[in-house]
């Protein structure tokens, strides 16, 4: 296993990278729309404790791949088999940085704008904000909802390629060769 990506497979910091936004993208789903549906503040809170620095280290993870493939690493060959699949494929992949990028800009908006951490970050949750009330909260439920599609995507595209074309896509994207 070597730090950088190869033609044939992708390296251990890429690899790293991919698995640890993952883990961390799925955290935020299950929590973030676990959070939407409570009404007690203390439980809100308490999810948001969590919510809030995932976020944060995401966009960080997000920073660090986009820095990443630009400065030090090129992706492995293609596995599309046309032109067209290419391209359908790097565009999922760029737009699923920007709405991630879109998430943790309204989410942030909405902490901000409602002067929320001081809430959820404090003993006494009971002045817990109705998130409703700012603009942000609309784009960051719609791009959840988008974030989930594309992920959608991005995981039958990768089961297509691994069952149904047989190029082993899995093992491009795991540590053991
Ligand atoms: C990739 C990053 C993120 C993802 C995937 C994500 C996901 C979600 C989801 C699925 C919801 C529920 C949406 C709904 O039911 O309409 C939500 C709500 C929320 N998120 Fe995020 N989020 C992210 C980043 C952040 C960040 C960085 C912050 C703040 C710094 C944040 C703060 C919140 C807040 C305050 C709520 C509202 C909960 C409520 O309405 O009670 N999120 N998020």
Redesign the pocket.
């Known amino acids: 296993m070597t730090i950088k990506s190869s033609p044939q497979t992708y390296g251990a910091v890429a690899i790293s990278l991919h698995w640890l936004s993952a883990l961390l993208?799925l955290a935020?789903?299950w929590s973030?729309?676990r959070?939407?549906?409570?009404h007690d503040p203390a439980a809100?809170a308490a999810l948001?404790r969590l919510?809030?620095p995932a976020?944060?280290l995401?966009?960080a993870l997000t920073a660090a791949r986009i820095l990443w493939w630009l400065g030090f690493d090129a992706k492995p060959a293609a596995l599309a088999a046309s032109p067209l699949q290419q391209r359908a494929a790097s565009f999922v992949h760029i737009l699923l940085y920007v709405v991630?990028l879109g998430?943790?800009a309204s989410?942030?908006g909405?902490?901000i704008s409602t002067g929320?951490a001081g809430h959820i970050f404090s003993p006494d949750t009971s002045a817990l904000p109705d998130?409703?009330r700012v603009r942000p909260?609309i784009p960051?439920?719609l791009g959840?909802r988008l974030?989930l599609a594309l992920l959608g995507l991005h995981v039958a595209a990768a089961l297509y390629h691994q069952f149904v074309r047989g190029d082993a896509v899995f093992r491009r994207i795991w540590f053991a060769r």
Request: overall charge positive; cysteine-free.
């Open positions: 993208i935020l789903l973030g729309f959070a939407a549906g409570l809100k948001l919510h809030l976020g944060l995401v966009l991630m998430m943790v989410g942030l909405m902490t929320a998130f409703w909260r960051h439920g959840a974030l």
